[in-house]
């Protein structure tokens, strides 16, 4: 996954307060009982909602110095609506209880996100601000993805497993990394900016699928539903069925500039 077009900064702490819901430089958790369901920025004199939760939580990863999304971490089940630009990636890596997932099951020694898990996502849609048109790089969940309307651009959507396919355009030495130029773990020691995900660290829901979505510019983009049998395991008789793709609209599409002549503007 691309490095968001932002300049490098450090983070705060992840704090639980956010009052009023005005987005701060770092980590902002938005939904779930005692926290707000939107995060707002200052435009002049008034305040735009940049992000509204309508269900389970979200981590929204913002750079305050720019006032920009760089990327979102989403638990089980959640539903957004966006104002503007995501710079990065929407992740499914944030657990029921509102934290970012760990690869190592010690949170002592930090959550580093590294673990992608079968999050379900019930909705997302964005909208256009000046001259964002709405856009984000890719959409990553070990779970199914609904309900998407998307006014700009978008690169990827991958439920399940679909992610670590071979033709995957994010597959790099058998990992799928997002990058978020700020420290998504401030207590290890150092800036760990980078969400690095591999497939046997992570969780996937068997035939996550991928419906109702519609795109108005596809941009190479790739939709990847998962497989029946993420797991690997072994049957005598036929597999679970494969995650579907239904309802897919796309208005335009393009090839990334730079890409080679073979570079389809979508696959599916």
């Known amino acids: ?15 639980d307060r956010i009052a009023p819901a005005l987005l701060v430089h770092g980590a ?13 920025t200052s435009v002049g004199d008034h305040a735009v909602t ?20 760089l990327g979102i971490s989403f638990g089980p089940n959640a539903n957004l609506d966006i104002t503007g630009d995501v710079a990065g990636d929407v992740i499914g890596n944030l657990t029921a209880s509102g934290g970012v997932s760990d690869s190592d099951g010690n ?11 079968a999050n379900n996502l019930l909705g997302l849609k964005t909208r256009a601000l000046g001259n964002q048109k709405g856009s984000i790089d890719n959409i990553v969940t070990g779970g199914s993805v609904s309900g998407l309307s998307i006014t700009g651009e978008i690169e990827g959507v991958y439920a399940g497993d679909g992610v ?25 020691p150092g800036i760990q900016s980078t969400f690095t995900f591999t497939q046997a660290g992570s969780e996937f829901r068997p035939g996550a699928s991928i419906a109702n979505a519609k795109i108005a510019i596809a941009n190479g983009l ?19 069925a494969g995650g579907s793709l239904t309802g897919i609209a796309i208005d335009s599409a393009t090839v990334p500039a730079g890409a080679p002549n073979d570079t389809p503007s979508y696959a599916l």
């Open 107 to 117: 949170a002592s020694n930090g959550n580093d996100g590294a673990k992608l898990l």
């Open 28 to 40: 902002n958790l938005l939904g779930g009982a005692g926290n707000p369901s939107t995060g707002e």
């Open 222 to 240: 790739q939709i990847f539903a998962g497989s029946g049998n993420p797991a690997g395991t072994g049957f005598t008789g036929a597999g679970p």
């Open 50 to 69: 940049l992000v509204k939760v309508t269900s389970g939580q979200a981590v929204v990863w913002y750079d305050g110095y720019n006032s920009a999304i």
């Open 1 to 15: 996954m691309k490095t968001p077009r932002i300049a490098h900064s450090a983070v705060e702490p992840l704090e």
């Open 164 to 188: 670590f396919r071979s033709e995957s355009d994010l597959l790099s030495a058998g990992v799928v990394e997002s990058s978020l130029s700020i420290d998504i773990d401030p207590i290890t």
